[in-house]
T-cell receptor
Framework: SQTIHQWPATLVQPVGSPLSLECTVE??????LYWYRQAAGRGLQLLFY??????ISSEVPQNLSASRPQDRQFILSSKKLLLSDSGFYLC???????????FGQGTRLTVV | AQSVTQLDSQVPVFEEAPVELRCNYS??????LFWYVQYPNQGLQLLLK??????LVKGINGFEAEFNKSQTSFHLRKPSVHISDTAEYFC????????????FGKGTKLSVKP
């Protein structure tokens, strides 16, 4: 069966520090991969999605970037965090025809 | 382009009462529709999905939803809720393209009171 791992679960970082959140998927190959951010009262905002290694689509211009160095690995990064980067970050994977998406447990990021 | 509107941001209800969470979508092509549930500080869990076929879809935890193409709706229902159903519920749509992604509504917070 397929599983998705996302870490860390919580993170407190100072303004201006770098960020690296990692997500890996097991039990499937060539998945679509997604990073979402959830801010209080604002639902889910799609940040990035990837349909293959090295292929990243950005939905919202921002202080973040994403990379997919391996088929089942998706990384969310920032060189310098802003206070506005605080939120709940969710990684997800889906099949090629988007019949559904499966989510990790999320990372609560607080920038102080 | 597709969009999803969840008409209620919060729905309070008493335990054992029925509940309906409303979802409307817009799309120029055929769509797949989904409902997800999120418990506090957790990821999203798929409740049910409509891909094709019967318009009444049954999911986990006693939830069901009905796809209404003419009204572009996909409302979620449960005949009798429990305290444990307190969570946030998200409706989502996909056009099924391999290069696409799921579009989510802003969520509805269901609060079940004893």
């Amino acid at each position: 069966s397929q599983t998705i791992h996302q870490w860390p679960a919580t993170l407190v970082q100072p303004v201006g520090s770098p960020l690296s959140l990692e997500c890996t998927v097991e039990g499937t190959s060539n998945p679509n991969l997604y990073w979402y951010r959830q801010a209080a009262g604002r639902g889910l905002q799609l940040l990035f999605y990837s349909v293959g290694i090295g292929q990243i689509s950005s939905e919202v211009p921002q202080n973040l970037s994403a990379s997919r160095p391996q088929d089942r690995q998706f990384i969310l990064s920032s060189k310098k965090l802003l206070l506005s980067d605080s939120g709940f970050y969710l990684c997800a994977w889906g099949g090629r025809m988007n019949t559904e998406a499966f989510f990790g447990q999320g990372t609560r990021l607080t920038v102080v | 382009a597709q969009s999803v509107t969840q008409l209620d941001s919060q729905v309070p209800v008493f335990e054992e009462a029925p509940v309906e969470l409303r979802c409307n979508y817009s799309s120029s092509v055929s769509v797949y529709l989904f409902w997800y549930v999120q418990y506090p500080n957790q990821g999203l869990q798929l409740l049910l999905k409509y891909l094709s076929g019967s318009t009444l879809v049954k999911g986990i935890n006693g939830f069901e939803a009905e796809f209404n193409k003419s009204q572009t709706s996909f409302h979620l229902r449960k005949p009798s809720v429990h305290i444990s159903d307190t969570a946030e519920y998200f409706c989502a749509v996909s056009d099924g393209r391999s290069q696409g992604n799921l579009i989510f509504g802003k969520g509805t917070k269901l609060s079940v009171k004893p």
